[in-house]
């Protein structure tokens, strides 16, 4: 077992990059589904190309519904700019882009696990990160959470190696970390923990355990690494995408009650990390079991690597899982999977004690539980392969298209058409869109921000995107508004005493 080890670790990198070339052909798509924060993206990067306004991506603000605003922070669309600039509204192209930046946070997550572990177990990690089902259905998305997690990571491994060198050296450190920030805010963890990591050796140097010019040397680094990526970062939002006039996260966040939240993402989050073992099409009991050896092997990790090695990594972890307790949104797996990498570090110190009580530091626990884990994947991989070119249930469908063109052709540039998707609506027409509050039944309230609002249209998906409160308005108050297009998935409504409507 230990020469096959050794034989496998020469080669392990050649190895990786083979194992993950087969991600720019798995789930590619011409097609993408109904979600609305790749649009925002899109509409972003496709200003940026044309030389307007970031931030004008046409989303009317409607107060009852805070969490739709109209531009986010804009790193992950001066990404994407370039494959707008070149391919348009190419999802194949984002695609394909989305990937190769996957196959490049493959070798990131290889060079971190490699300063835990041997490089066999770093490759079996990256593998079991990337080709996790979850992950697979993530890549064919327009979305910034695998680009943001390869930045991110090696964001990690560029300040824990360089750092120490020169003054210059943190200046690009604290410009690129404020350019991740600006990608997902959630990188705002990386400065607080730089400034964490001071306090310790603070403590250290009150302690006389470091010497005072170290001491010196690590306030100058932390003070070029805290102002100088927060300042970039807003510098790149004053640059090119200023807080919106109505409505922001701050706003969104003032919603909600922090402990009510707190109490509920822990659940929530919890809920999600089991599912991270539900292997598909694999037996429930074989599922439960790695549930159940995978949770208790990470729990007593973070106690063996907290007691032998703590460093900046479990910083991050503990910032990271923080930020995402406190913060309101529920967007599924997406906001835990930066935390698996550190999962999988912790379970490796659990499995290294194993080895070296069990098998005497021979390495088959340690390597032979996650290559098992790894065999589990195999029915999901294989359900992707045959799946991937099924149109997904979205913008390109032809009903869609078709009322879209239709929107386009025959609806002023002035008026404004409540969907529930506002902000792809406004991508693929360039029309000005609302969403309602997804539980606002209250049709009194409803015709009321309607008539504030200067409300023009109404879209309506009769298959999906059920909109309660659009239901709710239209049962009531039938005659305010009249049917002007109709397909079999679409209807479109114009208030029947509208002014501003101008058939073109």
């Known amino acids: 077992m230990k020469e096959f080890v050794q034989k496998l670790s020469k080669n392990s990198l050649i190895l990786l990059l083979i194992a993950l ?15 609305d924060d790749f649009a925002l993206y899109i509409h972003q990067a496709k200003n940026i190309c044309e030389g307007e306004s ?6 009317v603000f409607n107060d009852d519904n805070p969490m739709m605003i109209s531009n986010v922070s804009g790193g992950f669309s001066l990404l994407i700019a370039p494959v707008y600039y070149f391919f348009g509204l190419n999802y ?14 493959g070798i990131t997550l290889f060079y971190f696990f490699k300063g835990y572990m041997k490089r066999p177990l770093a490759l079996l990690f990256v593998l079991l990160i990337l080709y996790h089902r979850y992950t697979l259905d993530l890549k064919q998305d327009v979305l910034s959470d695998l680009p943001f997690m390869f930045l991110f990571f090696l964001l990690i491994i560029i300040y824990t190696k360089f750092s120490n060198r020169s003054v210059w050296i943190n200046l690009l450190i604290a410009i690129f970390a404020g350019f991740v920030i600006s990608i997902r805010s959630m990188a705002l963890v990386f400065p607080f923990a730089v400034g964490a990591e001071f306090v310790l050796a603070f403590i250290s140097f009150l302690r006389k355990k470091t010497e005072k010019t170290a001491m010196l040397k690590r306030f100058q680094i932390t003070a070029i690494l805290f102002i100088g990526s927060i300042g970039f970062y807003f510098f790149i939002n004053w640059l090119f995408f200023p807080e919106p006039s109505e409505g922001s996260y701050m706003g969104y966040l003032k919603e909600f009650n922090l402990w009510h ?8 989050y919890a809920g999600w990390f089991r599912w991270f073992f539900d292997f598909f099409r694999i ?6 079991f790695f549930l159940v050896v995978m949770t208790g092997l990470f729990l007593f990790g973070i106690f063996l690597k907290m007691r032998k090695h703590f460093d900046f990594s479990d910083i991050i972890f503990f910032g990271f899982l923080a930020l995402i307790l406190i913060y309101p949104a529920k967007p599924g797996f997406r906001y835990i999977l930066p935390l698996m990498p550190f999962v999988f570090v912790y379970i490796f110190f659990s499995l290294g004690l194993l080895d070296h009580l069990i098998a005497r530091g021979k390495h088959i626990l340690a390597f032979i539980l996650p290559f098992v884990m790894l065999l589990m994947y195999y029915p999901g991989v294989v359900y992707f392969i045959e799946n991937h070119q099924e149109m997904l249930k979205g913008p390109e469908m032809p009903e869609a298209l078709e009322v879209f063109d239709y929107i386009s052709e025959n609806v002023s540039d002035t008026s404004i058409i409540v969907f529930r998707k506002p902000r792809l ?34 879209l309506r998906n009769t298959k999906s995107l059920i909109d309660s409160p659009l239901l709710v308005y239209l049962a009531k108050y039938p005659e305010k508004f009249d049917t002007v297009f109709v397909n079999e998935r679409f209807v479109l409504y114009e208030r029947a005493d509208s002014s501003k409507s101008e058939q073109q």
């Open 283 to 288: 037996h429930i009991i074989v599922q439960r």
């Open 261 to 268: 939240v707190f109490a509920n993402n822990v659940l929530y």
């Open 21 to 35: 070339l087969p991600l720019l052909f798995i789930n590619i798509n011409d097609s993408h589904d109904w979600g």
């Open 92 to 105: 194949r192209a984002f695609n394909l882009y989305i990937s190769l930046l996957m196959i490049l946070l």
């Open 54 to 59: 970031p931030q004008d991506t046409k989303l």
């Open 425 to 458: 609506l406004s991508l693929y027409t360039e029309k000005y869109g609302m969403a309602n509050r997804v539980n606002q039944m209250d049709a009194e309230v409803t015709d009321s921000i309607y008539d504030a609002q200067g409300v023009d249209f109404l």
